[in-house]
């Protein structure tokens, strides 16, 4: 197990996920103040996800070619340039330059979202859920580094609202730029029982525990950006709640997305991967359930909270499972179109948001997930008995 490499991740997805936190927290604001269109507010924010979308696919082709190091370090520069020109974006009131800041952030984005499959493959197979939820672990830390950004940083720089909190994030992601550099080469550890020879994309993608596992986890991050993304504008502009009580309710959700994963490693190897993902998609479906019942602070918070527990357990198991179905030299391009479906069911689910907002309303938003949730149950049921899955709690046990 390469220590020093997943020890850097953790400090990796501490400082990305910070910048995403203030980022998405203050998206639908910024927005709803510079947009002229209010339905637009949330366009930022969705145009962010759509270049995570566009971007998985080169992203990865690109740290096939040069590596993960040198890949994830050209992204961290990447994330300073953005996050600068989001603050001249706003000391000229420019929501199109605005616009194009976070979109070259959600390009970093891209990257990000590689650190756990860097984290599987420097260790061995039987420890890749734990290696998996580890690194997200350092996101833990972020959901306080991210909220007091966002609110404290709105005061930092005179007559710039929030400039500050994107400034200190710049400074930030040049020091992960740098921790890049001490990186080790992820190790090759391949499995006896996957075939050595690569087999098509089609062969791959075609498998039914691919399939479950890229639903599962598609799913699970397209629903929690769509309700991640309402919040901010759901509680700030539409119910009048402070800068301040948005930020515990996202500080709340952010703790739920990565607290879990301090254990769900090790209730992978005890409980396995397919009971996982159903408490996760239950962890959602209660999320609909709570938002549908008031607006109060506390309807907020604890709906947000059950949405990051869900989806930490769909997204972790979901990608467990998808390490199942690919040997090492198979594995970019099947990484390449998981990554892709997720980011682009996700930018999807973000341009929903403002609109299901503006025209109908948070009510309407939270009955969207349920139909989508009993799919995900069923099919986790049909696959409970697939010989990969079977044998991955044989060897786990």
């Not at 696919?57 to 070619?65: E, H, Y």
Request: hydrophobic share 55%; charged share 10%; net charge positive.
């Amino acid at each position: 197990m390469q220590v020093r490499n997943l020890s850097i991740l953790v400090v990796c997805q501490l400082i990305s996920t910070s910048g995403s936190i203030v980022v998405v927290m203050l998206g639908g604001i910024i927005g709803s103040d510079l947009a002229t269109n209010k339905a637009f507010a949330t366009l930022p924010l969705s145009m962010m996800v759509l270049a995570v979308a566009a971007t998985t696919i080169p992203a990865t082709m690109l740290m096939k070619r040069i590596g993960r190091r040198k890949g994830c370090t050209l992204a961290s520069m990447t994330a300073v340039v953005a996050l600068m020109l989001a603050v001249v974006a706003l000391r000229y009131s420019s929501f199109p330059l605005y616009i194009i800041a976070v979109m070259l952030f959600g390009i970093n984005m891209a990257f990000t979202q590689q650190y756990r499959y860097f984290a599987a493959e420097s260790v061995e197979t039987k420890y890749v859920p734990r290696a998996i939820s580890l690194v997200l672990v350092g996101s833990i830390g972020a959901a306080f580094v991210g909220k007091e950004l966002a609110i404290r940083g709105q005061h930092w720089i005179a007559d710039i609202p929030f400039a500050g909190a994107f400034v200190v994030l710049a400074a930030m992601f040049v020091v992960q730029a740098l921790l890049f550099f001490a990186m080790l080469p992820a190790r090759d550890h391949q499995d006896v029982d996957k075939p050595v020879s690569e087999r098509s994309l089609a062969e791959i993608a075609c498998q039914p525990v691919f399939i479950v596992a890229v639903m599962g986890a598609t799913c699970g991050y397209g629903l929690m950006t769509l309700v991640m993304t309402a919040t901010p504008l759901s509680m700030h502009v539409n119910d009048g709640y402070s800068v301040e009580q948005v930020g515990n309710v996202i500080q709340a959700h952010v703790l739920g997305m990565y607290a879990p994963s301090l254990v769900a490693g090790f209730l992978i190897e005890k409980m396995g991967v397919l009971r996982l993902m159903f408490v996760g998609a239950l962890g959602l479906l209660a999320t609909s359930i709570i938002g549908l019942q008031g607006h109060s602070v506390l309807h907020y918070w604890w709906a947000l909270l059950l949405l990051g527990i869900g989806w930490n357990f769909l997204f972790v198991g979901g990608t467990t499972m998808l390490t199942y179905t690919y040997s090492m030299a198979e594995r970019f391009r099947a990484q390449a179109v998981n990554e892709f479906l997720i980011f682009g069911t996700s930018a999807t689910a973000s341009l929903l948001a403002g609109t299901v907002m503006y025209f109908f309303g948070w009510g309407t938003l939270m009955l969207i997930p349920i139909p989508l949730l009993i799919i995900i149950c069923i099919a986790l049921i049909i696959v409970r008995g697939n010989a990969l899955l079977t044998h991955k709690s044989t060897a786990n046990a």
